[in-house]
């Protein structure tokens, strides 16, 4: 199944990085209007955004790795009606200088839906623009 692959510098510490991607309060300020995370093994994250016809569109996953300050990882439920349904996020965090190079691997999406590919690839590009404006 094919990939989402984006990477990003940030002028910030990992571990602030890491607190943007796994606390409620963090993903609220660059991916979620609402947000709810228990970043522990097995632990829940859900997400809440407002879709393209202004109706709340939900995310729910579970923490499969968290590997502070270096990796996590996310399933998404295959039962959700948002876009993520059933795909797998792996994000990997290293020092590059004094900045952290933020890794993204967004994966499970079906091959023979290029539309929605290219809307989340779009989507990343954005969040993850965002995400390094909530920290630098």
Known sequence: MPSIRQQI????APRAVWAKLTTAEGLKEWL?????ANPEQGGR?????EGDEGLTVE???????LRPTRKLEI???RNSKGPWA????????????EETRVAVIH????????????AQDAEWRRSLKAL???LE
Not at 9 to 12: S, V
Not at 32 to 36: G, L, S, V
Not at 45 to 49: A, D, H, P, S
Not at 59 to 65: A, K, Y
Request: net charge negative.
């Open 9 to 12: 510098n940030i002028a910030a």
């Open 32 to 36: 979620a209007d609402e947000a709810r």
């Open 45 to 49: 994250v859900v997400i809440e955004v």
């Open 59 to 65: 995310e729910r996953g579970l923490f499969h790795t």
């Open 75 to 77: 399933t998404w439920d």
């Open 86 to 97: 059933d795909t797998r996020l792996v994000v990997q965090l290293a020092r590059d200088g």
């Open 107 to 118: 994966s499970g999406f079906p091959e023979e839906d290029a539309e929605r590919m290219e």
């Open 132 to 134: 390094r404006s909530t």
